[in-house]
């Protein structure tokens, strides 16, 4: 049986840091060098600057691993990449880092001893693992969905686990493609904003916005109902 849980508010305190954060922004923006230095021109050419690398797609790739173990926020990474690739290369190098790194946590969660990997997850070891080797790739598909542990963590208790390395591959990937959806729209809504701002489609990046909210919205309430 489920474990109740208990209800939980908005994390106003997030939402707080991300509002400062986004006046400190528009602040530095309207009061400092940065708007003449961060212009579409210059994003631009710094992108085709750095697409030449041929290390570019490794380096992106390896930001995402280290990103995993950091905690740094993947859509970050994800903004980085479609900017730097344009829409179509910068999602498939998105989502190629994020099954690396999910590969690179699962595989430290089978290495490491399993006294280490409690030590990291606590009681979602338990909890969690008991749960991803009854339902599998639904559980890896509900993890990502329900994204408590953090995504390093939930892929370590994964490997600790022994769960079998194509069910978790598989449910990782399934959990990646509503986010594809919403990038590859957004990604092109962006691409022409720095060329061109007449060429924003407003009402297409709000549409996404509300479907893919809608859509994690009815997920993570069937998944609960479920029992995840």
């Not at 954060?21 to 750095?50: D, F, S």
Request: glycine share 8%; proline share 4%; charged share 15%.
């Amino acid at each position: 049986m489920a474990r109740k849980r208990k209800g939980r508010g908005p994390a106003w305190g997030k939402i707080a840091a991300i509002a400062v954060a986004i006046a400190l922004l528009a602040a530095a923006w309207r009061w400092t060098p940065l708007a003449e230095i961060a212009t579409a021109e210059n994003i631009l050419a710094w992108t085709r600057a750095v697409r030449e690398k041929w290390w570019a797609p490794l380096a992106l790739v390896g930001a995402y691993v280290a990103g995993a173990f950091l905690l740094f926020p993947r859509p970050v990474i994800t903004l980085v990449s479609v900017l730097t690739f344009g829409v179509w290369l910068g999602v498939a190098y998105g989502m190629a880092g994020v099954l690396v790194a999910a590969l690179v946590t699962y595989a430290a969660g089978r290495l490491l001893p399993e006294a280490t990997v409690r030590r990291i997850a606590g009681d979602a070891l338990e909890v969690v693992g008991k749960k991803l080797r009854e339902h599998g790739i639904v559980a890896i598909f509900a993890a990502n969905m329900l994204p408590t542990p953090p995504f390093a963590v939930q892929n370590m208790i994964a490997g600790a686990v022994r769960i079998r390395l194509w069910q978790f591959m598989l449910g990782t990937f399934l959990a990646l493609l509503p986010a594809v959806v919403a990038w590859t729209v957004f990604g092109d809504q962006l691409s022409a904003a720095l060329e061109d701002s007449s060429k924003v489609s407003y009402w297409a990046i709000g549409a996404v916005v509300a479907l893919f909210a809608a859509f994690i919205y009815l997920t993570r309430r069937w998944l609960r109902a479920k029992g995840f």
